[in-house]
C-alpha cells in the first residue's frame, strides 16, 4: 500500500494515531490541572514502565492538556551528566517573560524575575561554564542564591509559582527519565513540589521514568509517595492492541483480517512501540486493502531486522562484557524476572561477586528490580534479541558497519 498515507508511527516518542488504553490516566491528569488552577491541593504524577510502553508519549499528550488549560509548561529529558538546574533555567527564563508579558506588572511577577537571576547566579558558584542568563533586573539577594539545588530550586519554583497565581494560570514542568537525576536534583525537585502544594501554588508536575524509579524517588525523600501519583503504564490489553490497530487503519479504508491482528498481538506482546514497528511495516508489505497473516509474516522479519540494528543494539553497545555476559544469564534464563541467586549460578559465579554488575546494569537503565531479590529486563522482548545475536555466532558490537 501507499507508504505515504501510513498512519503508524514507530518512532521513539511519537503520538500513535490512536492512544489506546491511556484514557484514565488522561482524566487525572486534566482533574489535577484544574485543581491546581482553582488553587486545591492537586498531587503530580510520576508514570513508571518499561522502555516502549509510551510513557513519552503520554507526557507529550498531558503537555497539550496543559497548554489547552492555559498552563505555562516547559519539557526536558533528564541527563545523567547535565545537572537539573542548568536545563531548568532557559525554560524558567522564558516562562517568566511570557507571565512579564501578559499584562500589567505585578509584584509577584516582578520579584520571580529577581528570584531568577539570584537563583542563575547561585547556579554559576558550581557550574561556572554552565550558561549566561540576560535579564534586566536586579538580583534578589538572600534568595535561591546559594549554589544549593536543594535549597535555592524551592524558593525559585516557589516564585514561579506566586507570579503565576498573580495572571491567574499555572506552571506545568514535565520530566522525562527522571531516573536519570542525581539523588540530590531529585531530591530538590521533590522538596520544590511539596513547598508549592503546602503554599497552594499552581505548579505541577508530570514525569515519567523506568519501574525502579519509585524506589529511587522513595529512598530520596520519605513523604514523596504523599506528593505523588506513581501510574504504572504497562502492555496494552487485547482489546485496546485491536483499537490500537484496527482504527487508524479503517480512517484510511483499510482493515486488519482477525488472524493478523491477532498474530501481531502475540509477537509484540501488547507493546505499544512494537505495535506501531509491526503495523507499519505490515502496511508497507500488504497489497490491496487488507492487511493478513502473511503480511505480518513478512512484517516480522522487516521489523526484527530494523530493531535489532537500532532499538536493541543501541543499548547492547553500552554494555561491558561482563555486563553482557550477564544479561545472557537471564536470558538463558527464560522471559520474566528472575532471582540474583539464579543469575549467579548461571554464570557460575557468587552472588556477592555478580552485584556490582547488576548495579551498573540499573544505573544505565538496563534492568529494574520488581521485587526484592530479582531482576528483570527493562527492556521488551531484549531477552529474544540476545538469543538472536547468539545464533548468529558473533558480537553486533564488534561487526564493522
Known amino acids: 500500500m501507499d507508504p505515504v498515507r501510513n498512519p503508524y508511527v514507530p518512532g521513539a516518542g511519537a503520538s500513535p494515531p490512536e492512544l489506546a488504553g491511556r484514557q484514565e490516566l488522561f482524566t487525572q491528569a486534566g482533574i489535577a490541572l484544574q485543581r491546581a488552577l482553582s488553587g486545591k491541593s492537586a498531587r503530580s504524577f510520576i508514570a513508571t514502565g518499561l522502555r516502549g510502553v509510551g510513557k513519552t508519549v503520554i507526557l507529550g499528550r498531558v503537555e497539550r492538556l496543559a497548554r489547552s488549560a492555559g498552563f505555562l509548561t516547559c519539557f526536558i529529558e533528564a541527563q545523567e551528566d547535565k545537572p537539573l538546574g542548568t536545563q531548568l533555567v532557559p525554560h524558567l527564563r522564558r516562562m517568566m517573560l511570557e507571565l512579564d508579558r501578559l499584562g500589567a506588572v505585578t509584584v509577584q511577577v516582578k520579584r520571580g524575575l529577581r528570584v531568577l ?24 539577594r538572600g534568595t535561591a ?28 514542568l514535565f520530566i522525562d527519565e527522571i531516573q536519570n537525576l542525581p539523588e540530590k536534583d531529585l531530591g530538590a525537585l521533590i522538596m520544590a513540589m511539596h513547598r508549592v502544594m ?16 519509585i524506589t529511587l524517588v522513595g529512598q530520596t525523600k520519605s513523604y514523596a509517595e504523599r506528593l505523588f501519583e506513581f501510574p504504572a503504564i504497562g502492555p496494552l490489553t487485547a482489546e485496546e492492541c485491536r483499537d490500537a490497530l484496527h482504527t487508524p487503519a479503517e480512517r484510511e479504508g483499510v482493515d486488519f483480517t482477525s488472524d493478523a491482528v491477532d ?20 502496511w508497507n508489505v500488504a497489497h490491496g486493502d487488507r492487511i493478513l497473516v502473511g503480511d505480518i509474516s513478512v512484517a516480522t522479519e522487516v521489523s526484527l531486522t530494523s530493531l535489532d540494528g537500532g532499538f536493541f543494539r543501541m543499548r547492547y553497545e553500552r554494555l561491558t562484557p561482563r555486563e553482557r555476559e550477564y544479561c545472557l544469564a537471564m536470558a538463558d534464563l527464560g522471559p520474566g524476572a ?7 549460578a548461571q554464570m557460575d559465579a ?6 556490582p554488575i547488576r548495579n551498573a546494569l540499573v544505573r544505565k537503565g538496563m ?6 531479590g530479582v531482576t528483570a529486563f527493562t527492556v521488551p522482548l531484549f531477552e529474544n534479541y540476545l538469543h538472536r545475536i547468539r545464533a548468529l555466532g558473533s558480537d553486533p558490537a564488534e561487526t564493522e558497519d
Not at 263 to 277: A, C, D, K, M, S
Open 117 to 140: 537571576k539570584s537563583f542563575a547566579s547561585g547556579l554559576r558558584i558550581h557550574h561556572p561554564l554552565g550558561f549566561v542568563i540576560e535579564l534586566d533586573v536586579e538580583p534578589e
Open 145 to 172: 542564591d546559594t549554589g544549593d539545588l536543594e535549597i535555592d530550586l524551592p524558593d525559585m519554583i516557589a516564585a514561579l509559582g506566586h507570579a503565576a497565581q498573580s495572571r491567574h494560570t499555572g506552571v506545568a
Open 198 to 213: 503546602r503554599e497552594g501554588l499552581p505548579v505541577v508536575l508530570a514525569g515519567a521514568g523506568l519501574p525502579h524509579v
Open 263 to 282: 498474530e501481531v498481538i502475540r509477537i509484540t506482546q501488547g507493546y505499544p512501540y512494537f505495535l506501531q514497528e509491526w503495523a507499519y511495516h505490515a
Open 338 to 344: 528472575h532471582r540474583s541467586r539464579e543469575i549467579a
Open 350 to 355: 557468587r552472588t556477592q561477586t555478580v552485584a
Open 367 to 372: 534492568v529494574y528490580s520488581p521485587s526484592h
